[in-house]
């Protein structure tokens, strides 16, 4: 069974981390992108304001191979001021 690990950051100071509601989706985006072997071809991506609970942006199109994780991604939360992670990691140092 694969170890358990909680990771929290918090912003310096207990100050803020998340300002407005695109701060949180690009924070979940980026959870997502960064869990790879492979590195990050690109990290532009224009986030527009939400409407309707819809999330549009644009983006340059890169085709991508297959991911390779480098944890599983339980649960997270997000606070205004800090995070809490709960992952297990799929490689050796996945989690670092």
Do not use: W
Not at 3 to 10: F, L, T
Not at 33 to 57: C, G, P, S, W
Not at 66 to 90: A, E, G, Q, W
């Amino acid at each position: 069974m694969a170890e358990i690990y909680h990771v929290i950051n918090r912003g310096v100071d207990k100050r803020t981390i998340f300002l407005d509601e695109q701060d949180y989706m690009r924070f979940v985006h980026d959870l997502f992108e960064f869990n790879d072997e492979e590195l990050v071809n690109t990290t532009y991506y224009k986030f527009q304001k939400i409407k309707n609970n819809v999330i549009a942006r644009r983006k340059i199109e890169i085709p991508k191979k297959p991911r390779k994780f480098l944890v599983n991604i339980l649960s997270f939360c997000l606070m205004p001021n800090h995070y809490h992670l709960l992952l297990t990691p799929k490689v050796e140092k996945g989690v670092s």
